[in-house]
């Protein structure tokens, strides 16, 4: 039986290293069942990071290597909320970041990174 295309997991990979900088594709706050978490803005928000946390732990970075950061909210009046769970896992020298507010697929937030790796992969050659 195929699947249709709306079940299939989209063409992306999680994180991309290119040099030194590493790109995190964005994080929707999914569970670890792969439903979006029940809650308001910061319990979403707290999800879609504690997920980009994971990846970037997965290729060796933490939060303290991210560089910049692009989010997408589905509302403005859900700024307050994302600001105060952003904070508990960004610290300062923050991350340089732009918010963008428009429809999302999922959830009611989206979160991707850059972060500069500490110790940049080594490529397969041969």
């Known amino acids: 039986m195929t699947q249709s295309p709306s079940r299939l997991a989209p063409p992306l990979s999680a994180a991309r290293q290119?040099?030194?900088l590493l790109f995190v594709?964005?994080?929707l706050p999914r569970g670890?069942?792969?439903e979006i978490v029940d809650g308001d803005i910061v319990v979403q928000t707290r999800?879609?990071?504690?997920n980009l946390q994971?990846?970037?732990?997965?290729?060796?970075?933490q939060t303290s290597d991210v560089v910049k950061v692009t989010a997408w909210l589905t509302d403005p009046s859900h700024m307050s909320?994302?600001?105060a769970a952003y904070s508990e896992t960004f610290k300062p020298p923050y991350p340089a970041?732009?918010?963008v507010i428009s429809g999302l697929i999922a959830g009611d937030v989206e979160i991707e990174a850059i972060a500069q790796h500490p110790q940049p992969l080594a490529t397969a050659r041969g």
């Open 81 to 83: 909320g994302f600001n």
């Open 97 to 99: 970041r732009s918010v």
């Open 54 to 61: 994971a990846v970037l732990a997965a290729h060796g970075a």
């Open 47 to 50: 999800r879609s990071l504690a």
């Open 18 to 20: 290119v040099g030194d």
């Open 32 to 34: 670890a069942d792969g």
């Open 25 to 27: 594709s964005g994080q």
